[in-house]
C-alpha cells in the first residue's frame, strides 16, 4: 500500500490578484499540514513536466492557443471575470495535467496504489471552450482520457465532492458513456448548473445540497446515489475532483461538512477502488477556501488515503 503525493514549486507562481481566495498560500498551507510524522510513509514526488499534447485530450487546439495568448509577460492578466494568468501560469496548468497524468500511470503500473495531487490553478470548471471559476483547463477531464489512451482503461469515474458542480468535467463528457461524472455541491451557487435533471448520455449523477445542510445530507448523497451509480459503473479507475470548500469554514459556500465527513468519504470510494478498479484512485485538489479547513481536510483526506 503506497500513496504518492505529487507537487512542484511552480504552483506557487500562479500568480493571482491580491484578496483572491484561490491562491499560493492555500499550497502552503497543505504543505504545512503533511509536514508531520504522521505522513512520514507518504511518497513525496515532484511533479514531472506536463506534455502539452494531452490538453488536447479534452480541449481543442484553437482554445489552448487561446489561452496561451492570455498569459502576460508580467503582471496578471483577466481570463474571465474570476480567473487570471500570470507569467508562470501556464507551467502551473501544464505541470498540474503532468502530475495528474503521472498519478494515473502510477496507480496502472502499480508504483502507488492511490495518489493525491496538490497543485493549482484547479480545473473542474474549465469547459471545452472556456475557462473560468478559477480554471484554465480541465485536469481531471485530461487525466481521465490519459488513462483510456495510455492504459486501456475502458470506464473512468470522476467524483467531485468540491461545494462548486464541475461545470466542466460535465460539458467535456456530457455525451459520453465511458466516463460516470458524479458530483455532490451546494444548488444554488457558482456555476449554477448541476441540476439532478441534467444527466447526459446517463453517465451524469448530480446530487445538490442545499445551503446550510451538512454531513448527514452529504453522506446520503453518497449512499442513496453516488455510491450505487459506481457500483453499476464498475469503473477501471476512480479520480476524486478534491475540494475541500463544502468545509464548514469555508468563505465561499454554505455547507458545514468537517474534515470528518471527507475521510469517511475517501474510505467509501477507497472501498469501490477496491471492489472494481484494483485499488486505483487519483485524487486532484480543486477548491478549498479557509486555510485552516482546508488544511485539517486534505490531512484527513491523506490520512485515509495511506490508511485504506
Ligand atoms: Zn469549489
Sequence with gaps: MVTRLYTHPVFLEHITPPGHP????????IERALDDEAFAALDRAEAPEGDEATILYAHPQEFVERVRATIPDTGIARVDADTTASPKSWQAAVTAIGAANAAVDDVFRGNATNVFVAARPPGHHAEKTTSMGFCLFNTAAIAARHAQRQHQAERVAIVDWDVHHGNGTQDIFWDDPSVLYCSTHQMPLYPGTGAVSETGAGNIVNAPLAPQT??????????????????????????????????????????????????????????????????????????????????????????????G
Excluded: C
Design 22 to 29: 484561490e491562491r499560493p498560500d492555500r499550497l502552503r498551507a
Design 214 to 307: 451538512g454531513s448527514e445530507v452529504f453522506r446520503d448523497a453518497f449512499l442513496s446515489r453516488i455510491l450505487p451509480a459506481l457500483d453499476s459503473f464498475a469503473p477501471d479507475l476512480i479520480i476524486i475532483s478534491a475540494g475541500f470548500d463544502a468545509h464548514h469554514r469555508d468563505p465561499l459556500a454554505e455547507i458545514n461538512l468537517t474534515e470528518g465527513d471527507f475521510d469517511w468519504a475517501t474510505g467509501q470510494l477507497m472501498q469501490r477502488a477496491g471492489r472494481h478498479s484494483d485499488n486505483r484512485l487519483v485524487s486532484l485538489l480543486e477548491g478549498g477556501y479557509d486555510l485552516q479547513g482546508l488544511a485539517f481536510s486534505v490531512a484527513a483526506h491523506v490520512g485515509r488515503l495511506m490508511k
